[in-house]
């Protein structure tokens, strides 16, 4: 039933590393990394839901810093 969150949440993440790195890389990583979050919480899986909260918390760590450095 919440599989469908769980396939999106992979193809983004699989998007996304096909980007070279910078901002487009790290937003599509981080909608990933939300949507397994997400899928996480459905299913009841805390490590799922926290691994990927904390991967939320390393993108927007790095897109900080690239918006304060001005490489994008």
């Known amino acids: 039933m919440f599989e469908w969150v769980g396939f999106l949440a992979s ?21 990933g990394s939300a949507c397994f979050l997400v899928y996480g919480a459905l299913i009841g899986s805390l490590p799922v839901a926290l691994i990927n909260a904390y991967c939320i918390g390393i993108n927007i760590f790095h897109l900080v810093r690239l918006k304060s450095s001005g490489k994008q």
């Open 11 to 31: 193809i983004l993440v699989a998007i996304s590393i096909t980007i070279k790195g910078g901002v487009y890389f790290r937003i599509l990583n981080m909608a």
